[in-house]
């Protein structure tokens, strides 16, 4: 019988193709590893980059707004303190001055352990005096903002410096000036009072704001007085003097000049687009 001899071909290719495919399955899978971990390393690394964060900064402007925002009202609160203090000093300052020209002439009357202290005034007048100053020359501005009037009119220091010497000089004829009965000097001391707004102010806001500041003076003064706080000699408006309200009118404007120049010294907030 012939014996059929294997074919030479079959064997050997057979074998080499069957290596080759063994080599070949780990090196091609250990590239494709290499080229993932590198392109997963340049990923990390550009979305770490100065560049990419500031694009990142640029597509979110929300947190640029935030932090604007926060800073502005932090400058806001400090220059309301600051504002309210200032007023609160001058307040109280104008009113030992003129509540001691008041007592001098005896237009007003305290008790006498009230009298022999040092400033010759009840404790509680600088406190609440310069509380309503700074109450009042705060209010002044942002009643001409709500109604959106700036006040422009004289606005400068020295108007203002102007403005407090006017009032000082009506309330010291207050006490200085002799006329035949108080409504003669309540007249006079209107006309002095219109005529300080009208020369310093001269705005809707200041003429109404005064005239409400100088009834509720008015009023809590009457209160003080009614319950022997202290008492006016030669009443004729009830318990107090008729031309009280005058006062009171002419200090809230010289209060309001003063909030309003304050507040103009307020350097205008950038708006951001």
Same mark, same amino acid.
């Given at each position: 019988?012939?014996?059929?001899?294997?074919?030479?071909?079959?064997?050997?290719?057979?074998?080499?193709?069957?290596?080759?495919?063994? /080599?070949?399955?780990?090196?091609?899978?250990?590239?494709?590893?290499?080229?993932?971990?590198?392109?997963?390393?340049?990923?990390?690394?550009?979305?770490?980059?100065?560049?990419?964060?500031?694009? /990142?900064?640029?597509?979110?402007?929300?947190?640029?707004? @935030?932090?604007?925002?926060?800073?502005?009202?932090?400058?806001?609160?400090?220059?309301?303190?600051?504002?309210?203090?200032?007023?609160?000093?001058?307040?109280?300052?104008?009113?030992?001055?003129?509540?001691?020209?008041?007592?001098?002439?005896?237009?007003?009357?305290?008790?006498?352990?009230?009298?022999? @202290?040092?400033?010759?005034?009840?404790?509680?007048?600088?406190?609440?005096?310069?509380?309503?100053?700074?109450?009042?020359?705060?209010?002044?501005?942002?009643?001409?903002?709500?109604?959106?009037?700036?006040?422009?009119?004289?606005?400068?220091?020295?108007?203002?410096?102007?403005?407090?010497?006017?009032?000082?000089?009506?309330? /010291?004829?207050?006490?200085?000036?002799?006329?035949?009965?108080?409504?003669?000097?309540?007249? @006079?001391?209107?006309?002095?009072?219109?005529?300080?707004?009208?020369?310093?102010?001269?705005?809707?806001?200041?003429?109404?704001?005064?005239?409400?500041?100088?009834?509720?003076?008015?009023?809590?003064?009457?209160?003080?007085?009614?319950?022997?706080?202290?008492?006016? @000699?030669?009443?004729?408006?009830?318990?107090?003097?008729?031309?009280?309200?005058?006062?009171?009118?002419?200090?809230?404007?010289?209060?309001?000049?003063?909030?309003?120049?304050?507040?103009?010294?307020?350097?205008?907030?950038? /708006?951001?687009?």
């Amino acid at each position: 019988m012939v014996k059929l001899m294997p074919r030479l071909e079959d064997h050997t290719w057979s074998c080499s193709c069957t290596a080759r495919g063994r /080599h070949k399955s780990p090196v091609g899978g250990t590239a494709a590893r290499l080229a993932a971990k590198v392109s997963k390393m340049l990923s990390s690394s550009v979305s770490s980059s100065p560049l990419a964060l500031v694009g /990142h900064g640029a597509q979110n402007p929300s947190n640029a707004n @935030t932090a604007n925002g926060s800073s502005s009202s932090v400058n806001l609160s400090r220059d309301l303190v600051h504002r309210s203090l200032v007023l609160f000093v001058v307040g109280a300052f104008m009113a030992l001055v003129l509540n001691l020209l008041q007592i001098q002439r005896n237009v007003t009357l305290f008790p006498e352990e009230v009298i022999s @202290t040092i400033f010759s005034s009840a404790w509680w007048v600088p406190p609440c005096c310069g509380t309503a100053a700074a109450v009042v020359g705060l209010l002044y501005p942002c009643i001409d903002s709500h109604l959106g009037e700036p006040h422009k009119f004289k606005r400068e220091w020295a108007s203002v410096m102007r403005c407090i010497a006017v009032f000082v000089g009506i309330n /010291h004829a207050s006490a200085k000036l002799d006329f035949a009965n108080n409504i003669q000097l309540s007249l @006079t001391l209107a006309a002095l009072s219109l005529g300080l707004w009208w020369t310093f102010d001269r705005s809707r806001s200041g003429l109404g704001l005064g005239i409400t500041i100088a009834f509720v003076a008015t009023l809590i003064t009457q209160f003080l007085v009614y319950n022997g706080v202290y008492q006016y @000699t030669s009443p004729d408006f009830l318990y107090i003097r008729s031309w009280l309200p005058c006062i009171f009118f002419s200090g809230g404007v010289t209060v309001g000049n003063i909030g309003r120049q304050l507040a103009m010294d307020i350097p205008e907030k950038p /708006h951001n687009d």
